[in-house]
């Protein structure tokens, strides 16, 4: 390929509206172009990546024994109200209704596809001889994202490879999963990236049924609680807080007060009105599990894990009730709830957190009021069991496994494992007979992985300030010729024998052809950052030898014209595979995250 032949705009300043370095970069290298909000053409470059991503998600797919099919990005509303998730997904749920003959009919576009498959499974498989199986498709999803952000990190159309296993049983359900699992793990490894496999929040059918695959970065929607010591690493909705003794503090107890604090319905506002600190208050909330309501109690500077007050309460469902529940039940509207005096007798949880705090100030169950002085052991009954852990972690927190400190960092969601059960295959019917003629639902799993996400995650982490840093296997170039002269043509004779020579071993090559300045040249060459750069310049030529670099190497080196070709094509194969030079870089300016021990 010859630059002056394909389409590469790049760019010398930052683009506006564009926060993040992976962002910045699609732009100014010219891999992408925004159409509107969440809509991203791929150019030439760009696509080429995303292609090559795309294909070793394909490769680790089928070399695990998932079979690829294509199912389409139009569906029935009818198969999304069969299992609830109209509701679900909410605007996010892209609908369009068209007209056909004389009817309207109601279709969305698919931000997933359990449902489809599952219908598609129900069809045609009904007895466990014909399971396990696993289906997966690469295809374009939809979803109206409230805030596409990030460049293609969250867009409202986005690449996704999804995979859905379909089994007879638990242990089958589980082989399915580890297959996926490690194939998550291969084609993470041969991208490049630097990831986490993370405990992720499962939904009701709970244990350690689903993990994330995540990219730490900084400027992740995500966050990510990890044991630097043991290498436990959990999504923040997921991960637990580890046991410690809880000291009581030896103080006197006050007794209880009732203050005035008018409009003061947050923590922060009570604090500023009775000159407090949010650890010293208890936060109450009101939430409904299976449409019953109860009460929680954290201390003021905790977040609550509704995941984990779910699962502590044993409940299917949980949610905030209505302000009108909050009145029934407390007699106050909300943000004045208290542990102490509630008009409604229900069942109270506190976060164990709350075992250290003496003299606390709770909403008092009164309009502009609250209570100093609250004694959780004195004034209010909780049994022993309804203390929990029912709070986000945060920072400095003990590692459930190990004890030793938890850190918390942000990161980029690039890949999802999921242990799905029987939701789906119940609502929609996909049932089968076992080996005694019994009727059962299958038992499904579900994978999924962000194509985009893998390219701009990669981008986010491997960049200096001049540019993008591709590991081979994704790069959409793996071999860039820069002919100094464009002139001379001898010069460039070389430069197209090179270019035939090295695409004929299998490399992917281009030719910098344009009549530009070499710093020009050289500049963008980093900008675009593909891995092996040969410049063949005047004396080189004259010598016999050309000059190649590796993006991330500050040093050239010459090498023979003679027998170049096959030496340089050896050299990309093998990094294409194994990436050694690639991790192997001195990581400078923006040494993205170690890639940090993962034993899970
Ligand atoms: P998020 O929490 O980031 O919204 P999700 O958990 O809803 O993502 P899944 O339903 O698990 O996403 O989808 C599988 C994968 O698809 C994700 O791991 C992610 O890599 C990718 N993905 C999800 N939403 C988007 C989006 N709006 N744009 C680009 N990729 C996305
Ligand atoms: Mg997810």
Same mark, same amino acid.
């Given at each position: 390929?010859?630059?002056?032949?394909?389409?590469?705009?790049?760019?010398?300043?930052?683009?506006?509206?564009?926060?993040?370095?992976?962002?910045?970069?699609?732009?100014?290298?010219?891999? !992408?172009?925004?159409?509107?909000?969440?809509?991203?053409?791929?150019?030439?470059?760009?696509?080429?990546?995303?292609?090559?991503?795309?294909?070793?998600?394909?490769?680790?797919?089928?070399?695990?024994?998932?079979?690829?099919?294509?199912?389409?990005?139009?569906?029935?509303?009818?198969?999304?109200?069969?299992? *609830?998730?109209?509701?679900?997904?909410?605007?996010?749920?892209?609908?369009?209704?068209?007209?056909?003959?004389?009817?309207?009919?109601?279709?969305?576009?698919?931000?997933?596809?359990?449902?489809?498959?599952?219908?598609?499974?129900?069809?045609?498989?009904?007895?466990?001889?014909?399971?396990?199986?696993?289906?997966?498709?690469?295809?374009?999803?939809?979803?109206?994202?409230?805030?596409?952000?990030?460049?293609?990190?969250?867009?409202?159309?986005?690449?996704?490879?999804?995979?859905?296993?379909?089994?007879?049983?638990?242990?089958?359900?589980?082989?399915?999963?580890?297959?996926?699992?490690?194939?998550?793990?291969?084609?993470?490894?041969?991208?490049?990236?630097?990831?986490?496999?993370?405990?992720?929040?499962?939904?009701?059918?709970? *244990?350690?049924?689903?993990?994330?695959?995540?990219?730490?970065?900084?400027?992740?929607?995500?966050?990510?609680?990890?044991?630097?010591?043991?290498?436990?690493?959990?999504?923040?909705?997921?991960?637990?807080?580890?046991?410690?003794?809880?000291?009581?503090?030896?103080?006197?107890?006050?007794?209880?007060?009732?203050?005035?604090?008018?409009?003061?319905?947050?923590?922060?506002?009570?604090?500023?009105?009775?000159?407090?600190?949010?650890?010293?208050?208890?936060?109450?909330?009101?939430?409904?599990?299976?449409?019953?309501?109860?009460?929680?109690?954290?201390?003021?500077?905790?977040?609550?894990?509704? *995941?984990?007050?779910?699962?502590?309460?044993?409940?299917?469902?949980?949610?905030?009730?209505?302000?009108?529940?909050?009145?029934?039940?407390?007699?106050?509207?909300?943000?004045?709830?208290?542990?102490?005096?509630?008009?409604?007798?229900?069942?109270?949880?506190?976060?164990?957190?709350?075992?250290?705090?003496?003299?606390?100030?709770?909403?008092?169950?009164?309009?502009?009021?609250?209570?100093?002085?609250?004694?959780?052991?004195?004034?209010?009954?909780?049994?022993?069991?309804?203390?929990?852990?029912?709070?986000?972690?945060?920072?400095?927190?003990?590692?459930?496994?190990?004890?030793?400190?938890?850190?918390?960092?942000?990161? !980029?969601?690039?890949?999802?494992?999921?242990?799905?059960?029987?939701?789906?295959?119940?609502?929609?019917?996909?049932?089968?007979?076992?080996?005694?003629?019994?009727?059962?639902?299958?038992?499904?799993?579900?994978?999924? !992985?962000?194509?985009?996400?893998?390219?701009?995650?990669?981008?986010?982490?491997?960049?200096?300030?001049?540019?993008?840093?591709?590991?081979?296997?994704?790069?959409?170039?793996?071999?860039?010729?820069?002919?100094?002269?464009?002139?001379?043509?001898?010069?460039?004779?070389?430069?197209?024998?090179?270019?035939?020579?090295?695409?004929?071993?299998?490399?992917?090559?281009?030719?910098?052809?344009?009549?530009?300045?070499?710093?020009?040249?050289?500049?963008?060459?980093?900008?675009?950052?593909?891995?092996?750069?040969?410049?063949?310049?005047?004396?080189?030529?004259?010598?016999?030898?050309?000059?190649?670099?590796?993006?991330?190497?500050?040093?050239?080196?010459?090498?023979?014209?003679?027998?170049?070709?096959?030496?340089?094509?050896?050299?990309?194969?093998?990094?294409?595979?194994?990436?050694?030079?690639?991790?192997?870089?001195?990581?400078?300016?923006?040494?993205?995250?170690?890639?940090?021990?993962?034993?899970?």
């Amino acid at each position: 390929m010859r630059w002056t032949q394909t389409l590469i705009p790049t760019m010398k300043e930052t683009p506006e509206g564009a926060e993040i370095p992976s962002h910045v970069l699609m732009l100014r290298a010219g891999l !992408i172009s925004q159409v509107m909000a969440g809509a991203y053409t791929y150019l030439p470059l760009g696509l080429r990546s995303l292609r090559k991503a795309e294909q070793i998600v394909r490769e680790e797919m089928d070399r695990a024994g998932a079979v690829e099919l294509l199912m389409p990005a139009l569906t029935p509303i009818s198969l999304w109200e069969q299992t *609830g998730r109209v509701e679900a997904f909410g605007d996010v749920l892209m609908q369009l209704s068209v007209r056909r003959q004389n009817r309207q009919v109601q279709m969305a576009l698919g931000p997933t596809h359990e449902e489809v498959i599952t219908d598609l499974v129900s069809r045609h498989i009904s007895s466990y001889r014909q399971m396990p199986v696993i289906l997966y498709q690469i295809q374009t999803k939809f979803r109206n994202e409230q805030r596409p952000r990030f460049g293609v990190l969250r867009t409202s159309e986005f690449l996704m490879k999804d995979a859905y296993s379909f089994n007879a049983s638990v242990e089958s359900l589980d082989a399915s999963y580890d297959k996926m699992y490690a194939a998550y793990h291969k084609i993470f490894d041969r991208c490049g990236i630097e990831y986490l496999a993370v405990e992720a929040e499962s939904g009701p059918i709970g *244990g350690d049924a689903s993990h994330e695959f995540m990219i730490p970065s900084e400027n992740g929607e995500d966050c990510v609680a990890y044991c630097p010591a043991c290498g436990y690493a959990a999504n923040l909705e997921r991960a637990d807080v580890g046991r410690r003794e809880y000291h009581m503090p030896d103080v006197p107890l006050q007794d209880l007060q009732d203050v005035d604090t008018p409009h003061a319905g947050t923590i922060a506002g009570v604090c500023e009105q009775l000159s407090s600190e949010p650890r010293q208050m208890i936060k109450t909330m009101i939430y409904m599990a299976d449409e019953k309501p109860l009460v929680v109690l954290l201390r003021g500077d905790r977040e609550a894990n509704e *995941g984990k007050i779910r699962r502590a309460v044993g409940a299917e469902r949980i949610e905030m009730a209505e302000p009108g529940v909050i009145l029934e039940v407390t007699g106050a509207p909300v943000g004045f709830a208290g542990p102490v005096g509630l008009a409604a007798d229900i069942p109270i949880w506190a976060d164990r957190d709350l075992l250290e705090v003496r003299n606390a100030i709770s909403g008092a169950n009164k309009a502009d009021t609250h209570t100093k002085g609250v004694n959780l052991d004195r004034d209010c009954k909780i049994d022993a069991g309804r203390y929990a852990d029912l709070r986000n972690v945060v920072a400095g927190d003990p590692c459930p496994r190990c004890s030793q400190k938890l850190e918390l960092r942000g990161a !980029i969601e690039v890949g999802h494992v999921f242990k799905l059960g029987t939701k789906y295959s119940q609502s929609l019917s996909a049932r089968f007979l076992d080996d005694k003629e019994q009727l059962h639902p299958i038992i499904m799993g579900c994978y999924g !992985i962000g194509i985009n996400r893998i390219v701009a995650g990669l981008i986010e982490n491997n960049h200096d300030k001049f540019g993008i840093i591709w590991p081979v296997a994704l790069a959409p170039y793996e071999v860039l010729l820069l002919p100094m002269k464009v002139d001379d043509e001898a010069a460039m004779q070389l430069t197209d024998k090179l270019h035939d020579e090295l695409t004929a071993a299998g490399v992917d090559t281009m030719i910098d052809d344009r009549n530009a300045r070499a710093g020009v040249k050289f500049k963008d060459a980093d900008l675009i950052g593909i891995p092996l750069r040969i410049v063949l310049g005047p004396r080189g030529l004259k010598e016999g030898k050309l000059e190649i670099k590796w993006r991330w190497d500050s040093q050239a080196q010459m090498i023979d014209i003679e027998g170049a070709a096959p030496a340089i094509a050896e050299m990309i194969g093998k990094e294409r595979n194994d990436a050694a030079r690639f991790r192997a870089r001195p990581r400078g300016f923006n040494a993205g995250t170690s890639p940090a021990a993962n034993n899970l």
